[in-house]
């Protein structure tokens, strides 16, 4: 009894079979890139003021022939442990790209974009000829990155957000206020857009003065970077009210909209148009 309760042991079967899952999810997602079975959804981002659609977030879906669904909370992380992220990710930027091409030329993408890809030599030159290719206007294009590409190499960071900003790409910070970025790293970085993490908005009632503080206090560092704010994770009216009272002008969630296939966001945006 060496190593005590709550210890973790190879021997554990819980972990084993965790360990024995994370395999086989490696092994098939080889096969998944081969097979054609990645696919995106597309979750509206809507306007505050007007409800009107201004744009989208790509959520990678991955339909495996025999388990179905497999969430991306369980396949990203192996893939970026098993250096499979860097194809998953270039499909998922190219797909973005020309799925633009079939969106109306006011409409942005998001796409999430993981630290290794990020940081991987020529992600700025490639994203770049990727554009030219599928002659996508950068200002469409926007990349979301998390917290912890913050806590690496901030000189390198730098670097590959300036040579991202000059391509005309906008750049947003994902999850925000979960980690640990100060106001003057991200003014710094420039970010063009924050993100305001589910797990606030999540909190958000008219009796938790909390939550509704950290929002305002949120949407002022926002501003004073000169960022725009999306608050993720919108499922009730009165998160909606509670945002929107904060300053909070784009929002994203359940109440608006659940990630759909390209072929639904279309015929909705053909609705829109028609009435
Ligand atoms: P995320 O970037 O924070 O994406 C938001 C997640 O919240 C998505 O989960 C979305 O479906 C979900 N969501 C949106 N609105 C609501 C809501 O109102 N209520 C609830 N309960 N959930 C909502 P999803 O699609 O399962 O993605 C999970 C995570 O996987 C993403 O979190 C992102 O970190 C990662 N991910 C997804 N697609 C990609 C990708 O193409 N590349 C990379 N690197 N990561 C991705
Ligand atoms: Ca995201
Ligand atoms: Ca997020
Ligand atoms: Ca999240």
């Known amino acids: 009894r060496a190593a005590g309760r709550g210890t973790w042991s190879i021997y554990h079967p819980e972990m084993s079979q965790m360990a024995a899952y994370r395999h086989w999810v490696e092994a098939e997602l080889y096969g998944a890139l081969q097979r054609d079975e990645l696919s995106l959804h597309y979750q509206p981002k809507v306007l505050a003021a007007t409800g009107e659609t201004i744009g989208y977030e790509a959520l990678l879906r991955w339909n495996h022939h025999q388990k179905g669904s497999i969430p991306p909370s369980e396949f990203i992380p192996v893939a970026e442990q098993c250096g499979l992220i860097q194809q998953i990710g270039d499909f998922v930027l190219r797909r ?4 633009l091409g079939k ?8 796409a999430n974009v993981s630290a290794a890809q990020f940081n991987r030599d020529g992600f700025v030159a490639n994203l770049g000829r990727l554009l030219t290719e599928t002659e996508t206007r950068p200002e469409r294009l926007e990349i979301e990155v998390t917290e912890t590409l913050l806590i690496r190499n901030l000189a390198e960071v730098r670097r590959i957000m ?3 900003r000059e391509l005309g790409i906008s750049l947003a910070i994902d ?3 979960t980690g640990y970025s ?5 003014s710094e970085l420039r970010f063009n857009t924050l993100k305001i993490d589910k797990s606030f908005v999540d909190r958000l ?3 938790d003065d909390s939550a509704s503080a950290m929002v305002a206090s949120i949407v002022g560092m926002a501003r004073s970077i000169d960022a725009g704010v999306v608050a993720e994770g919108v499922e009730t009216q009165e998160q909606f009210t509670l945002l929107k009272a904060a300053g909070c002008t784009v929002m994203q969630g359940y109440l608006f909209g659940k990630p759909m296939p390209l072929s639904a966001i279309k015929a909705r945006a053909g609705e829109a148009r028609a009435t």
Do not use: A, W
Not at 96 to 99: A, M, Q, R, T, W
Not at 182 to 186: D, E, F, I, K
């Open 162 to 164: 300036n040579g991202l």
């Open 96 to 99: 973005v790209c020309e799925d």
């Open 205 to 207: 009632t008219e009796s």
């Open 182 to 186: 100060n106001l003057s790293t991200l």
């Open 103 to 110: 969106l109306p030329d006011h409409i942005t993408v998001s």
């Open 175 to 177: 999850d925000f206020g």
